[in-house]
C-alpha cells in the first residue's frame, strides 16, 4: 500500500538553538505559527482528496516538537490522534532534537498515538557539532535513540553531511557509529548555504566552502549504498524541492538540485556498472547490452546521458545498447557481454 503524507510544517517553533544552517522558513517556505485549528483543516483537506487505499501519516516537519511546551504539543497533536482513533489515518511522526526526547516525553507522545519520530542529527562526530552550534553532542543521539526504540516508537535520524570540520573521514565514523545505532530509517540532507544563516557569513567571508553538487552526490551514494546494505532503509536524499528553494534567492552555494535523490539513483547505478567493468580484461571490453526496469530509465542513462558517456570513453566500449525490459526487477541491470549475461544490484557493490 502507498503511503499518503499529509504534513504539517511548524517552523522554528521549539528550537532552543540557531544552528549555523538554519533559516526554517526559506527552508519551509512558512514562517507563520500553525495553530490546532489550522492542523484540523489540513488534515480534513488533505482526506479528501484521498480516494484509494493509502497507508496515511500526519507528519508534523520542521521544528523541534518535543521542545515545546506540553500544553502546545497536546494541541497540535489532539487533531491527528482523534483521526488516528477514529481509523481515518494510521500513523502520526513528528520531528525534534536529540536532546529534547526522555522519558515522560516519550510517554506523552504514546498517549497521543505518535509511532515514529525523526531526530535531527546532522553528524555524529562531535566536533562538527560543536562548529555547526547544534547545541546537542553524539551521546544525545545515542540515548534518544535508545529509549526510543526502547518505547517501540519507530526512530529515524536525519544527517547531513558537508557541513563545517567534517571530511571524509569524519563521514566514515558517522555513517559507521549510525549503523550500530540500528534506526529504522535514515533521511540524507546535504549542506547548502541559505540566506540569513551563520554559514552564509562563512561562506561570503571564506571561511567555509560547501560540498560540490558532484561531491554531494557521492557521498550520499556512499551513505545510501552502506545505510541499504546493513538492513537501514534511506527514505530520502536531498531537500524537499518548495518554490522558495526553486527560485534560487534562497540558496547562495551548495549542492541544492530539485532532483538530487534521482542523481544520487543514477549515480549508483553507475557504480553497478564500473564494478563490473572494473573486474573484466580492457581487451575484451568491445560491446556491451543493458537490459533494465523502464522506471530506472533516467538513473540509467543518467542527467545528460552522463553514465553513457562516462562508461562508453573510461572503458572504452564500441557499443553501449540499452533495451527496457519490465521483466527485470527495478533497481537491477541485466547485462551482456560476449554472449554472456549478468544480473547486477546494488548489493554486489563492496567498495567505492
Same mark, same amino acid.
Request: proline share 4%.
Given at each position: ?150 518505547? !517501540? ?184 557481454? !560476449? ?14
Amino acid at each position: 500500500m502507498k503511503h499518503y503524507i499529509i504534513p504539517i510544517f511548524i517552523p522554528h517553533l521549539g528550537c532552543l538553538h540557531q544552528c549555523i544552517f538554519c533559516n526554517q522558513k526559506r527552508i519551509t517556505g512558512r514562517e507563520t505559527p500553525v495553530t490546532a485549528e489550522q492542523v484540523t483543516a489540513q488534515i480534513e483537506e488533505r482526506l479528501k482528496a484521498v480516494h484509494r487505499d493509502r497507508w496515511i501519516e500526519v507528519a508534523f516537519f520542521g521544528g523541534s516538537f518535543t521542545a515545546l511546551p506540553a500544553a502546545v504539543q497536546r494541541d497540535l497533536l489532539s487533531p491527528a490522534h482523534l483521526a488516528l482513533e477514529q481509523g481515518r489515518i494510521h500513523a502520526i511522526r513528528l520531528s525534534t532534537r536529540p536532546d529534547c526526547i526522555n522519558g515522560s516525553i516519550i510517554a506523552n507522545l504514546k498517549k497521543h498515538g505518535v509511532s515514529i519520530v525523526e531526530l535531527g542529527v546532522q553528524s555524529l562526530d562531535d566536533n562538527v557539532l560543536l562548529k555547526a552550534c547544534r547545541g546537542h553532542n553524539s551521546q544525545d543521539v545515542i540515548e534518544a535513540t535508545r529509549l526510543l526504540k526502547k518505547s !517501540k516508537i519507530q526512530c529515524g535520524l536525519q544527517l547531513m553531511p558537508g557541513l563545517p570540520g567534517e571530511d571524509w573521514i569524519s563521514l566514515l565514523a558517522t555513517v559507521r557509529k549510525m549503523i550500530e545505532l540500528r534506526p529504522d530509517f535514515v533521511r540524507i540532507y546535504p549542506t547548502i548555504v541559505i540566506k540569513d544563516t551563520v554559514l552564509a557569513e562563512q561562506y561570503s567571508q571564506g571561511t567555509y566552502q560547501p560540498l560540490t553538487l558532484s561531491a554531494a552526490v557521492a557521498r550520499s551514494a556512499y551513505m545510501k549504498l552502506v545505510f541499504e546494505q546493513a538492513g537501514i532503509a534511506v527514505i530520502r536524499t536531498g531537500l524537499q524541492a518548495t518554490e522558495e528553494l526553486d527560485s534560487k534567492a534562497s540558496v547562495i552555494a551548495g549542492p541544492y538540485h530539485p532532483a538530487f535523490g534521482e542523481l544520487v539513483d543514477s549515480h549508483i547505478f553507475y557504480l553497478m556498472l564500473a564494478a563490473f567493468l572494473e573486474q573484466d580484461v580492457i581487451g575484451r571490453r568491445t560491446e556491451i547490452g543493458i537490459r533494465y526496469n523502464p522506471k530506472d530509465a533516467s538513473k540509467i542513462r543518467g542527467q545528460y546521458n552522463s553514465n553513457i558517456k562516462r562508461l562508453v570513453q573510461r572503458y572504452k566500449l564500441t557499443a553501449f545498447n540499452l533495451s527496457p525490459d519490465s521483466a527485470v526487477k527495478n533497481g537491477s541491470i541485466l547485462l551482456t557481454l !560476449k554472449g554472456d549475461n549478468y544480473l547486477l544490484n546494488k548489493n554486489m557493490i563492496n567498495r567505492i
